[in-house]
């Protein structure tokens, strides 16, 4: 940790050095001191790219700095000798984010105004982003939020999982299968051209934006390592899935699971406040399938994970990716019959 820190001209004894465990898949520290940083340890086994992050960052930034000079892009802080991340002896990259003060996350909604502005927040970026050049972007993670990709994972992690986790999940199994008529739709929306490739931000999760703590309005986005290509129904589905429920995907009390129109209608609201004008009609007509592709697709890949004997994902405990999936699938139930 020394040798990271001194990387960026810090010193660990100015800072108390605190984990953050919301994140599933890198590790996350928070640096108190005169002044707060955030450190981070990039997961290179799930980022196997690390520079072309570094890259789509560098681009989009640039970009926004030129046309909206305004606008609030989060960019990490260079080392000192002008490097974008430091590698550490396990050859794990490091980089380093200013923290920013007078702002808070939120990891369940509470109110309208917060899902709309939240929406708001997230639609801003691809908006500002969409006359870009898309093809100067990389995907960092491949197929990310390919649902045939995701699903036909789900079908090799059943071949292999053991028996006794199939026996586990018998009833999330059988309630992922019941879903994969959503496969065909996003097959048939896709071929249909309907949805223009714009850049987007791919993890929309309602705790990946930064608050304003005065005005309760969207600061910036966090978490830019899957900005890149992508469709527009994969950030509103995202929220969607993180934001019209009480509680969050790691709720194991299921009868929590509710789906709350007013939010829902806020939420839509506030990303259309942006978006409207950008997006085409045809893609609008594609706004009730968001919410229901991208739960699909966490609950996918959560069970494949647990079948798969927790590879991908941070746990705490041995059931957990199972609970993730269980609970993203009660709340698919719910808005496949409200969308
Ligand atoms: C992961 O690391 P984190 O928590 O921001 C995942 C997202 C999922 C999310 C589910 C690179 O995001 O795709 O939506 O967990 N990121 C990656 O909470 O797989
Ligand atoms: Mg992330």
Redesign the pocket.
């Known amino acids: 940790m020394n040798a990271i820190l001194a990387s960026f001209g810090l010193t660990s004894s100015n800072h108390i050095i605190e984990s953050i465990g919301?994140?599933?898949?890198?590790q996350t520290f928070f640096l108190k001191g005169d002044k707060n940083f955030i450190l981070q340890r990039v997961n290179k086994l799930?980022?196997t790219k690390p520079e072309v992050i570094a890259q789509n960052l560098r681009i989009a930034s640039d970009y926004l700095k030129l046309h909206f000079p305004e606008y609030r892009f989060l960019s990490p802080i260079k080392t000192t000798d002008e490097q974008e991340m430091v590698y550490d002896a396990e050859g794990f990259p490091w980089r380093l984010f200013p923290y920013m003060d007078g702002t808070t996350t939120l990891n369940e909604v509470n109110n309208e105004a917060q899902a709309y502005n939240g929406a708001k927040g997230f639609a801003e970026l691809t908006k500002n982003l969409r006359s870009i050049d898309t093809s100067l972007f990389e995907p960092t993670?491949e197929k990310?939020h390919d649902l045939n990709w995701r699903y036909f994972q789900f079908q090799m992690a059943l071949k292999k999982a053991s028996s006794e986790a199939k026996k586990a999940a018998k009833e999330a199994i059988e309630s992922a299968n019941s879903f994969a008529y959503l496969v065909d739709q996003y097959n048939m929306l896709i071929n249909s051209n309907a949805l223009q490739i714009r850049i987007t931000h791919?993890?929309t999760?309602i705790n990946?934006i930064l608050f304003s703590s005065a005005t309760q309005e969207s600061f910036c986005v966090i978490?830019l390592?899957?900005l890149m290509p992508g469709y527009f129904i994969y950030d509103l589905g995202?929220l969607v899935r993180t934001v019209v429920s009480p509680v969050s995907?790691e709720e194991k009390d299921f009868s929590k699971i509710t789906f709350r129109r007013s939010i829902y209608n806020a939420l839509i609201e506030g990303y259309l406040s942006e978006m409207d004008s950008v997006l085409s009609e045809k893609e609008k007509e594609a706004i009730p399938f968001a919410g229901l592709m991208m739960t699909y697709i966490?609950a996918l890949?959560f069970l494949a994970d647990y079948l798969n004997g927790n590879v991908?994902?941070h746990i705490v405990y041995p059931e957990q990716n199972l609970v993730r999936a269980e609970n993203q699938l009660n709340l698919l139930t719910i808005l496949s019959k409200e969308l």
Do not use: L
């Not at 919301?22 to 890198?26: L, M, R, V």
């Open positions: 919301t994140g599933h898949i890198h799930v980022f993670i990310f791919n993890d999760k990946n978490d390592d899957t995202d995907e966490m890949r991908y994902y």
